[in-house]
T-cell receptor, first 112, second 115 residues
Framework: DAKTTQPPSMDCAEGRAANLPCNHS???????VYWYRQIHSQGPQYIIH???NNETNEMASLIITEDRKSSTLILPHATLRDTAVYYC?????????????FGRGTSLIVHP | DAGVIQSPRHEVTEMGQEVTLRCKPI?????LFWYRQTMMRGLELLIY????????DSGMPEDRFSAKMPNASFSTLKIQPSEPRDSAVYFC?????????????FGPGTRLTVL
């Protein structure tokens, strides 16, 4: 799986958009970008994933650059409950002998 | 579905004792993963199963750790004998290979403290 690089920490004001970057310059053509988050004392939770096109769901939006070397997770209106560690993972999808590596992620603090 | 269920949620034991952590995956899921999380090392994959068969246990720290999955609805992670450095939060996760998003679903974790 391609390696990812994320800033260790970020902060955001409540109600504002939180934009979390992820660098994955060695990504290959059939690797997906996944985002999970881990709220304190809970297990990681899936947020969103994508291959080439931008994706949006009820939780967030995922913007992938045209060369796919980086992506941004967008929380459009951050709330205090969005304070968590956010993990960007690049991997092949659809089963197989996939072994996920979560890395250190970005610790996002949403302040009032 | 109740999600992935883990028990106990908290375990405090003394060094040298045997510890057994339990996991019930989401019904119908064919992959099960055991992770360990510490401040120093982050979230580490210990072992995973596919259709109850262990596929890769290269993340298991040493012979003191063992994991079993006797059926599709139950798995255990055992530490014998336990040591203080085993103190961590242990997560179980499951996944259905037929799901398009290929998402892993995590349990609430077991916080283990070895004194």
């Amino acid at each position: 799986d391609a390696k990812t690089t994320q800033p260790p920490s970020m902060d955001c004001a409540e109600g504002r958009a939180a934009n979390l970057p992820c660098n994955h310059s060695t990504i290959s053509g059939n690797e997906y970008v996944y985002w999970y988050r881990q709220i304190h004392s809970q297990g990681p939770q899936y947020i969103i994933h994508g291959l080439k096109n931008n994706e949006t769901n009820e939780m967030a939006s995922l913007i992938i650059t045209e060369d796919r070397k980086s992506s941004t997770l967008i929380l459009p209106h951050a709330t205090l409950r969005d304070t968590a560690v956010y993990y960007c993972i690049v991997r092949f999808s659809s089963g197989g002998s996939y072994i996920p590596t979560f890395g250190r992620g970005t610790s996002l603090i949403v302040h009032p | 579905d109740a999600g992935v269920i883990q028990s106990p949620r908290h375990e405090v034991t003394e060094m040298g004792q045997e510890v057994t952590l339990r996991c019930k995956p989401i019904s119908g899921h064919d992959y099960l993963f055991w992770y360990r999380q510490t401040m120093m090392r982050g979230l580490e994959l210990l072992i995973y199963f596919n259709n109850n068969v262990p596929i890769d246990d290269s993340g298991m720290p040493e012979d003191r750790f063992s994991a079993k999955m006797p059926n599709a609805s139950f798995s255990t992670l055992k530490i014998q004998p336990s040591e203080p450095r085993d103190s961590a939060v242990y997560f179980c996760a499951s996944r259905f290979s037929g799901e398009i998003s290929d998402t892993q679903y995590f349990g609430p974790g077991t916080r283990l403290t070895v004194l």
